[in-house]
């Protein structure tokens, strides 16, 4: 059964890049069916799409955020980044990884999720 | 783009039927059969429960149903449980391999 496996520091500084890895087990990140995406959620608010990403590396990103976003692929790795440049304290959510089915852009399968603040 | 619109909160007693709208445009719900729902319960990870409209994933209870007209889609629950008592989430394919989710609806099992 596939896993997503969120890791990254729980704490970053005003102005830093925040970096977070998404690791995949139980399946292979090269699978064609899917892409792979970030999602966050602000304390007390809803669900925003970051990004997603192909294994081949094709990224697409939200509008809001697209200046501040990088995504990598590593495939001997089985693994996916998020890179979030220059961060302020709305920056501050819990950050989740998911796979997203292609053919009917559903984030079928999520990670647990993890906090990260931003706070100096 | 902006955030498909949701019912801050819906309330129902068990075994009753209730059903959140979400709505958004011309550019995405209204085009694309692509909307997507997820059963959030705080601190779980989110469960995919509908995809393209109307669809269950496997192991997804039937009590759960989508449907759309013109720019706003819809997720029944029929029989309410203590247990649906979550939040949800819409989400819509905007084209240009862009989502968008909705601003979450907070439903209560009375």
């Known amino acids: 059964q596939l896993q997503l496996q969120e890791s990254g520091p729980g704490l970053v500084k005003p102005s830093e890049t925040l970096s977070l890895t998404c690791a995949v087990s139980?399946?292979?990140?090269?699978?064609?069916?899917?892409?792979w995406g970030w999602i966050r959620q602000p304390p007390g608010k809803g669900l925003e799409w970051i990004a997603t990403i192909y294994y081949s590396g094709s990224t697409h990103s939200n509008p809001s955020l697209k200046s501040r976003v990088t995504m990598s692929v590593d495939t001997s790795k089985n693994q996916f980044s998020l890179k979030l440049s220059s961060v302020t304290a709305a920056d501050t959510a819990v950050y989740s990884c998911a796979r997203l089915f292609g053919e009917s852009w559903a984030f079928d399968i999520w990670g647990q999720g993890t906090m990260v603040t931003v706070s100096s | 783009q902006s955030a498909l619109t949701q019912p801050a909160s819906v309330s129902g007693s068990p075994g009753q039927s209730i059903t959140i709208s979400c709505t958004g445009t011309?550019?995405?719900?209204?085009?694309?059969?692509?909307v997507s729902w997820y059963q959030h319960h705080p601190g779980k990870a989110p469960k995919l429960i509908i995809y393209e409209v109307t669809k269950r994933p496997s192991g997804v209870s039937d009590h759960f149903s989508g449907s759309k007209s013109g720019n706003t889609a819809s997720l029944t629950i029929s029989g309410l449980q203590t247990e649906d008592e979550a939040n949800y989430y819409c989400?819509?394919?905007?084209?240009?391999?862009?989502?968008?989710f909705g601003g979450g609806t907070k439903l209560t099992v009375l």
């Open positions: 139980g399946g292979s990140i090269s699978n064609y069916r899917y892409y």
């Open positions: 011309s550019s995405d719900i209204g085009t694309y059969n692509l």
């Open positions: 989400c819509s394919y905007a084209g240009s391999n862009i989502v968008i």
